[in-house]
C-alpha cells in the first residue's frame, strides 16, 4: 500500500498532502507509548506491562445501567455540557469526597475523559508565549501546549524526594509569563502523591502570582497505604484559579466509554460548552448515564479493584528490587512502578526495545515523560499475577544477559 502510494507520490500521480497541513498540526508528536505499542504488536506472545488501563472488565451494573438507557431511549444528543442529573451527582460527589464545592449548573462540564479537559484549558488560556509549567518526570502534556504556541517550562520531581516535586523548585520556575501550573497528582508514571503541604505552599504561589492550575486527578482513587488525596482545588482562595480534570476511566475500569469531567469558574465552563456545540456536540448519551450509575453506587467496586492493585503493587515492588541493577521505589498510589534502570548505561528506548524484541515484554520508556523520565522505565500492574510474575522473570533474564 505504501509502496503504490509512493511510487504515485514520485510520478506526480498524486499531490504530497502533507506540504498542505497546517503546520501547527506538526507541534503535536505521535504518544510514545503507541509507537512503543505498535513495536510490541509485531511481535507474538509478548506480555504487555506498558498499558495505562485497568485490565478489569467495567463492573456489571455499570453495563446494565448502559443498556437500561438503551432501551430507555437515550439515542440522541445529549446536553453539550452533560446531562443535569449527572452534573448534580457530580456535584454531590465532589463535595463529599474532594471538598469541593461547584455548581452543577454553572460549574461542571462533563467530557470525553480527563483528556478533553486538558486539551480545552490548554486551548482556552495559553496564548503564544505564555510558559506552562509542568512536572518532570510527568504525564505527556507537551503536545497540547506546543499546539497552542505555549512553552512548557518543566520542574524536575527527584526519585531522592520519592518524586514528590518541591514547591521551591516551581516558584523558581515562575517567570511573569507564566500562564498555568499543570499538576498530576497522584502521578502517573511515578505513583507519587504530592501531600496537602506541598500543595498549600503551590496553591499560595498560584494566588501570589496568579497563575491558573489545571488540577489532572484520573488516580484519585487508586491509593495505598492510607494515603489521602487531596484536590488543590478545595484549597482556600484556589477555586477561581483551579481548573480540574476528573474521569470515570481508571477509577471504574471505563476507559473506553470516555467519560470525564471538568471542575472549573463558570467562565471557562462557557467557554467548553461553546466549544462542544462546534466540536463534538456532547459526550456520548448512553455513556454519560453509565457514569451515573457508577456515581449513584456505593464505591465498593473500586476498593475492590484497589486492592487488588496493592497486591499486585507488593509483587512488582519486592520482584524489581530483587533483580540485579534495578531499583524501584514504593509507588504510592496509581498502577506504575517506576523502577531506575540507569545501573545499564542503556538509554530507556534501548532498553525498553531490547526487551520487547529479545525477551517478549513490554515497558514504557521512561523519557517519554520527560527529560527526566531518562534512566527510568514505566512498569504498570494493571495486569493479572500471572502476567506479573513472567514479565517479571522475563525482564529478570533480560537484564542478567546485559551484564554477561
Ligand atoms: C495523568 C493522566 N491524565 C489524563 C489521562 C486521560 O484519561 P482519560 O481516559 O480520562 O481521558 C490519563 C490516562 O492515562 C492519565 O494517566
Redesign the pocket.
Known amino acids: 500500500m505504501c509502496k503504490v502510494y509512493n511510487y504515485y507520490l514520485q510520478h506526480g500521480v498524486l499531490m504530497d498532502i502533507q506540504q498542505f497541513i497546517a503546520k501547527r498540526s506538526f507541534e503535536v508528536d505521535w504518544s510514545g507509548i503507541r509507537v512503543m505499542f505498535a513495536f510490541a504488536g509485531e511481535i507474538p506472545g509478548v506480555i504487555n506491562l506498558g498499558i ?2 485497568p485490565d478489569f472488565d467495567t463492573p456489571a451494573f455499570i453495563c446494565e445501567a448502559a443498556k437500561k438507557a438503551l432501551d430507555d431511549g437515550y439515542t440522541r444528543y445529549p446536553p453539550a455540557k452533560g446531562f443535569q442529573d449527572l452534573r448534580e451527582a457530580i456535584a454531590e460527589k465532589l463535595k463529599t469526597e474532594n471538598k469541593v464545592i461547584a455548581d452543577p449548573d454553572t460549574e461542571i462540564f462533563v467530557s ?5 479537559v ?1 486539551f480545552n484549558t490548554v486551548l482556552h488560556l495559553v496564548e503564544p508565549g505564555d510558559e506552562v509549567i509542568v512536572v518532570d518526570p510527568g ?1 505527556d502534556y507537551y503536545s497540547q501546549i506546543r499546539l497552542f504556541s505555549g512553552r512548557p517550562v518543566p520542574v524536575a520531581a527527584y526519585e531522592k524526594n520519592l518524586f514528590k516535586v518541591d514547591p521551591a523548585d516551581i516558584k523558581a520556575a515562575v517567570s511573569n509569563k507564566t500562564k498555568l501550573i499543570i499538576l ?1 497528582s497522584p ?2 508514571p511515578t505513583g507519587a502523591v504530592f501531600d496537602e503541604d506541598i500543595l498549600i505552599q503551590i496553591a499560595q504561589i498560584a494566588r501570589e502570582r496568579n497563575i491558573f492550575v489545571l488540577s ?1 486527578e ?2 484519585e482513587h487508586i491509593l495505598f497505604d492510607g494515603k489521602k488525596h487531596v484536590s488543590i482545588g478545595s484549597l482556600d482562595g484556589m477555586k477561581e484559579l483551579t481548573i480540574s ?1 476528573f ?4 477509577s471504574y475500569a471505563m ?1 473506553g466509554w ?3 469531567y471538568a471542575v472549573a469558574p463558570k467562565a471557562f465552563i462557557d467557554e467548553m460548552e461553546k466549544l462542544q456545540e462546534h466540536m463534538v456536540s456532547g459526550v456520548t448519551a448512553v455513556a454519560q448515564r453509565a457514569a451515573l450509575a457508577a456515581l449513584q453506587a456505593p464505591r465498593d467496586c473500586v476498593h475492590e479493584m484497589v486492592k487488588a492493585y496493592d497486591k499486585r503493587r507488593k509483587i512488582i515492588h519486592e520482584g524489581l528490587n530483587a533483580i540485579d541493577g534495578i531499583s524501584c521505589i514504593q509507588p504510592e498510589s ?1 498502577f506504575y512502578a517506576f523502577p531506575n534502570i540507569s545501573s545499564f548505561g542503556m538509554t530507556s528506548w534501548d532498553l525498553a526495545r531490547y526487551l520487547v524484541k529479545d525477551h517478549k515484554v513490554a515497558v514504557v520508556p521512561g523519557s517519554i515523560f520527560g527529560k527526566r523520565g531518562e534512566g527510568y522505565v514505566r512498569i504498570s500492574f494493571a495486569a493479572d499475577t500471572e502476567k506479573l510474575q513472567e514479565g517479571i522473570s522475563r525482564i529478570k533474564k533480560g537484564v542478567a544477559n546485559l551484564r554477561l
Open positions: 495505562g488501563q470525553v475523559g480527563a483528556m478533553q486538558i504525564y498530576n502521578s502517573n489532572d484520573p488516580y480534570a474521569t470515570f476511566s481508571k476507559t470516555r467519560v470525564g496509581t
